[in-house]
């Protein structure tokens, strides 16, 4: 796909696609969010279960932060009005999180349902507190957090997300939580045996997912100096698909936290390219939504393999 822009590029306007680095900051940039909530969702897919509820998780955390600081007195330093704006978020991320966790690990509500009904409790309350609007923010460090450059290159919203990718692949790859994730994805029965408490790393896993949802509604309200409560209502179908077509299994038991990042690079790839050489932006979401089936089709193709 690369190559096929690069030499659209090339023909058409006689520059490069990908050797231009406004090009590759607005990649990376398209791929910030939908990737945090992806990385949440990568131990979840890979424990055998799904969050629906994490778009609007994204959306109620960027409400609330841009709410505080709204509502903070002005004379308060701008570091501080942010802090506590964070703050306020996580915890409204983390509450989404908590209800799903109690849904899924604690009564057993099959993860597709349950998440579903708290996308649409985050996404009324989202709009209860935004009262309908978008929520502005006058915050210099909230704007700088989501706008401003390390060493003049490296967007800021990049750099977070480049470190929680590291410790997320760290958690999963190097660590005992993340053998555990895999032993539930792949046979839950067989970790409660092993001695797995698998209610409780259930719940911690969908509360990671609510947390990264969380600082994604932070960096967006940074980002756009606003607060949306549909904010991330498009990247929900997007984290999925970086998931699936990173080699993740819908069945759960396989995935990792490279092959997300590698999904979802390609489809902010898909995503900006299709702008880049004028195509409607409504195609992406059918080449998204293409992209997913395919993916899906692999998966079950190696799923019969291994029944084999």
Avoid at 261 to 289: E, H, K, M, S, T
């Amino acid at each position: 796909m690369t190559v096929f822009f690069e030499v659209w590029a090339r023909m058409a306007y006689d520059s490069s696609f990908i050797l231009n680095a406004t090009n590759i900051q607005s990649i990376l940039l398209a791929a910030v969010q939908p990737l945090l909530l992806a990385l949440g969702q990568t131990l979840v897919i890979i424990a055998g279960g799904i969050d629906l509820s994490v778009g609007f998780t994204v959306g109620l955390a960027a409400v609330v932060s841009a709410r505080v600081m709204q509502h903070l007195d002005p004379s308060m330093p701008a570091a501080l009005s942010f802090v506590l704006a964070c703050l306020f978020a996580l915890i409204a991320a983390l509450s989404v999180g908590a209800v799903n966790a109690f849904l899924v690990a604690r009564l057993n509500v099959p993860p597709f349902i349950g998440t579903l009904g708290m996308y649409g409790v985050a996404r009324g309350v989202g709009f209860l507190v935004a009262a309908g609007n978008t929520v502005p923010t006058d915050n210099p460090v909230n704007s700088a957090m989501g706008n401003g450059f390390v060493l003049g290159v490296i967007p800021i919203p990049v750099l977070i997300t480049a470190v929680v990718v590291l410790f997320m692949h760290y958690l999963l790859s190097q660590t005992r939580f993340g053998q555990y994730t895999y032993a539930i994805g792949g046979n839950r029965q067989a970790a409660e045996r092993a001695g797995i408490n698998v209610t409780r790393h259930t719940m911690q896993l969908y509360l990671i997912t609510a947390l990264l949802a969380g600082i994604a509604g932070i960096i967006y309200t940074g980002r756009f100096t606003a607060g949306a409560a549909q904010a991330g209502e498009a990247t929900l179908l997007d984290s999925i698909a970086a998931v699936v077509i990173g080699g993740a299994s819908l069945f759960g038991g396989a995935g990792t936290i490279v092959g997300t990042v590698i999904g979802a690079l390609i489809i902010a790839i898909i995503q900006f390219g299709l702008v880049f050489i004028n195509v409607q932006p409504f195609w992406q979401f059918i080449a998204v939504g293409l992209v997913i089936i395919l993916s899906v089709l692999v998966d079950q193709a190696k799923q019969g393999v291994v029944r084999r």
